[in-house]
């Protein structure tokens, strides 16, 4: 008898488990969206739970740029690059993004996540190493995974760990190191100096994901490479329009004959649909933008350092943050879902992240900033974050770090309401979809 494929689909019922309880904090649906406030259930809620940083998604004069783009193209490209899917847009883009970052070439594709994966799996072989941060995004773990490359793990942000994990390496082999330029958690910075010190003592390539610090960090919002000045000293420079540019859509960037071969050899470029007419039009208004209206960057900044002194001045472990994104450390599982759950409650949107996207025992809450909020919008959050810290409190050191103990992803009392009996009571394997549902969603 066949092995029944559906059966774990069947007996799957975390998510239903969590909406029964009423703390579910997934897939919450926007009905409007004004970029630092959003509608949901008819009711307008501030939106901290965004990437759109410098406000741009919104924008009147992107939204008309995607709208020409679509007169003039049409929908989609119904294409490859490869084959029929190239427009005069996305050359002109490629052109663009590559004068703006000092970089020879550029290589669009059609998400971020696809970026990571087809760069690494096209550039590495079998005998060479990946060196990955341990707190790199979702979508280079996963390149990693599908590139014929071994790969090493090193502590986050540790020069020295990188340093001790080169040093092993055989030296006939290639190396590659990767790693966040803005972490996507934390939202601390990549010690990028001494890592590029390191990178060029053993021969390593340089490959930095600036998808939450272009349009937010180094001059006109051109990254950490060139907020360090290391820009030449880093081979491989990512990027996201999923986030500062308000759209969607992703690329690598670097020399002319390392683009070149990676255009002929990653399958998730070739074997895909080209972006967007629309989405190509809005990126390219967007990056005009950033570099015309350099006080959007001010403004953010601004928001950030009051977000920073705000959430630190209530009581709040805010980490090592260096950026717009500000975990607000909460501990337990439970209390960061019953957190968030209060915020929305309260107009606040929010969301929590728990074990894998971070680390055991230390759930948070991402927040994230816009150059668009106002004080009054961060004053309100600022407020009801206070508020809910008196109901709930703040850190709490929570059950899961324990030695040894590893429980279901909604597997956990809830705190304050009313309900102290286990959620779910099979806390003995790993609940691997309730787990891989959150990391998706919350990297
Ligand atoms: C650091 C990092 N890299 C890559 C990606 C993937 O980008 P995209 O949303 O364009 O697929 C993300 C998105 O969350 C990210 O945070």
């Given at each position: 008898?066949?092995?029944?494929?559906?059966?774990?689909?069947?007996?799957?019922?975390?998510?239903?488990?969590?909406?029964?309880?009423?703390?579910?904090?997934?897939?919450?649906?926007?009905?409007?969206?004004?970029?630092?406030?959003?509608?949901?259930?008819?009711?307008?809620?501030?939106?901290?739970?965004?990437?759109?940083?410098?406000?741009?998604?919104?924008?009147?004069?992107?939204?008309?740029?995607?709208?020409?783009?679509?007169?003039?193209?049409?929908?989609?490209?119904?294409?490859?690059?490869?084959?029929?899917?190239?427009?005069?847009?996305h050359n002109e883009l490629e052109e663009?993004?590559?004068?703006?970052?000092?970089?020879?070439?550029?290589?669009?594709?059609?998400?971020?996540?696809?970026?990571?994966?087809?760069?690494?799996?096209?550039?590495?072989?079998?005998?060479?190493?990946?060196?990955?941060?341990?707190?790199?995004?979702?979508?280079?773990?996963?390149?990693?995974?599908?590139?014929?490359?071994?790969?090493?793990?090193?502590?986050?942000?540790?020069?020295?760990?990188?340093?001790?994990?080169?040093?092993?390496?055989?030296?006939?082999?290639?190396?590659?190191?990767?790693?966040?330029?803005?972490?996507?958690?934390?939202?601390?910075?990549?010690?990028?100096?001494?890592?590029?010190?390191?990178?060029?003592?053993?021969?390593?390539?340089?490959?930095?994901?600036?998808?939450?610090?272009?349009?937010?960090?180094?001059p006109q919002g051109r990254g950490v490479?060139?907020?360090?000045?290391?820009?030449?000293?880093?081979?491989?420079?990512?990027?996201?329009?999923?986030?500062?540019?308000?759209?969607?859509?992703?690329?690598?960037?670097?020399?002319?004959?390392?683009?070149?071969?990676?255009?002929?050899?990653?399958?998730?470029?070739?074997?895909?649909?080209?972006?967007?007419?629309?989405?190509?039009?809005?990126?390219?208004?967007?990056?005009?933008?950033?570099?015309?209206?350099?006080?959007?960057?001010?403004?953010?900044?601004?928001?950030?350092?009051?977000?920073?002194?705000?959430?630190?001045?209530?009581?709040?472990?805010?980490?090592?943050?260096?950026?717009?994104?500000?975990?607000?450390?909460?501990?337990?599982?439970?209390?960061?879902?019953?957190?968030?759950?209060?915020?929305?409650?309260?107009?606040?949107?929010?969301?929590?992240?728990?074990?894998?996207?971070?680390?055991?025992?230390?759930?948070?809450?991402?927040?994230?900033?816009?150059?668009?909020?106002?004080?009054?919008?961060?004053?309100?959050?600022?407020?009801?974050?206070?508020?809910?810290?008196?109901?709930?409190?703040?850190?709490?050191?929570?059950?899961?770090?324990?030695?040894?103990?590893?429980?279901?992803?909604f597997d956990f009392a809830l705190p304050?309401?009313?309900?102290?009996?286990?959620?779910?009571?099979?806390?003995?394997?790993?609940?691997?979809?309730?787990?891989?549902?959150?990391?998706?969603?919350?990297?």
């Open positions: 008898m066949a092995k029944d494929l559906f059966k774990k689909c069947r007996e799957y019922s975390d998510s239903a488990d969590a909406r029964a309880q009423g703390f579910y904090p997934y897939f919450r649906c926007i009905e409007q969206s004004y970029g630092n406030h959003v509608v949901c259930g008819g009711e307008e809620k501030i939106m901290i739970g965004s990437n759109n940083y410098l406000g741009l998604a919104q924008d009147p004069r992107i939204v008309e740029a995607a709208c020409e783009a679509t007169r003039k193209f049409g929908a989609g490209c119904t294409g490859s690059r490869l084959l029929n899917g190239t427009i005069s847009l663009a993004l590559a004068a703006f970052l000092g970089r020879e070439s550029a290589l669009l594709f059609s998400t971020g996540f696809f970026a990571n994966q087809g760069a690494l799996a096209a550039l590495t072989e079998a005998d060479d190493f990946i060196l990955c941060d341990r707190e790199n995004h979702a979508s280079i773990i996963e390149g990693c995974q599908v590139a014929p490359a071994k790969l090493v793990p090193y502590r986050h942000n540790s020069v020295e760990a990188l340093r001790n994990r080169l040093k092993r390496i055989p030296q006939e082999s290639g190396s590659l190191i990767i790693m966040d330029g803005v972490f996507s958690m934390s939202g601390d910075m990549a010690d990028l100096p001494p890592m590029v010190k390191a990178a060029k003592e053993y021969g390593a390539v340089m490959y930095v994901d600036e998808a939450h610090s272009l349009g937010v960090v180094g490479t060139h907020h360090f000045g290391v820009n030449d000293d880093v081979e491989i420079v990512m990027g996201t329009f999923s986030k500062s540019f308000g759209s969607m859509g992703g690329f690598i960037s670097g020399s002319h004959e390392m683009i070149e071969f990676v255009k002929h050899k990653a399958r998730c470029f070739i074997f895909t649909a080209s972006l967007a007419p629309a989405v190509v039009g809005g990126v390219l208004k967007a990056l005009e933008i950033m570099q015309s209206e350099p006080e959007r960057i001010d403004m953010l900044w601004k928001n950030t350092r009051k977000m920073h002194e705000g959430f630190k001045s209530i009581g709040f472990k805010i980490g090592s943050t260096q950026s717009p994104i500000v975990p607000i450390l909460i501990g337990s599982e439970a209390k960061a879902f019953a957190f968030a759950q209060r915020l929305f409650e309260e107009g606040v949107f929010a969301i929590p992240a728990i074990y894998p996207a971070v680390r055991y025992g230390e759930a948070i809450v991402r927040t994230s900033f816009m150059s668009t909020h106002t004080d009054e919008d961060l004053d309100k959050v600022l407020y009801i974050f206070a508020k809910i810290a008196r109901e709930l409190g703040t850190f709490d050191d929570p059950a899961y770090t324990e030695t040894g103990r590893r429980r279901n992803v304050q309401r009313g309900r102290s009996e286990e959620v779910r009571g099979d806390s003995g394997d790993t609940s691997r979809n309730g787990s891989e549902l959150h990391a998706a969603f919350s990297r």
